[in-house]
């Protein structure tokens, strides 16, 4: 079982930026494929698309082709922390982010980036961005 704790949503104007980070605990993580996801507003769980995902062994990233260039994915070892670093944002980017994780690797991710992948999720950090 993996525990996962989101922080540093908030509301921010265009074009600015925010760092959220989920800080992970439980067993064996340290081989665990880690991703975000946001859920738009009136969008169903079902609905979540697939933001970035980073794998905890060897640091390697995948995108969504909408954030490429603005968001960064990254991991802390000593802090057993993910980060997303969001720039450039817009209010498009409106959503509840989540923290997930989950055993495969990020290979199978790169081939199916679905919510449906991932076992373990965290409660969610609201990011809003104003016109």
């Known amino acids: 079982q993996v525990q996962l704790v989101e922080s540093g949503g908030g509301l921010v104007q265009a074009g600015g930026s925010l760092r959220l980070s989920c800080a992970v605990s439980?067993?064996?993580?340290?081989?665990?494929?880690m991703a975000w996801f946001r859920q738009a507003p009136g969008k169903e769980r079902e609905e979540r698309e697939f933001?970035?995902?980073?794998?905890?062994?060897?640091?390697?990233?995948y995108y969504h082709d909408s954030v490429k260039g603005r968001f960064t994915i990254s991991r802390d070892n000593a802090k057993n922390t993910v980060f997303l670093q969001m720039n450039s944002l817009t209010p498009g980017d409106t959503a509840n982010y989540y923290c997930a994780a989950d055993g495969a690797d990020l290979g199978a991710v790169v081939a199916a980036p679905t919510w449906r992948l991932f076992r373990n999720w965290g409660q969610g950090t609201q990011v809003t961005v104003s016109a």
């Open positions: 933001v970035a995902a980073i794998s905890w062994s060897t640091a390697s990233t």
């Open positions: 439980g067993r064996a993580f340290s081989r665990y494929s």
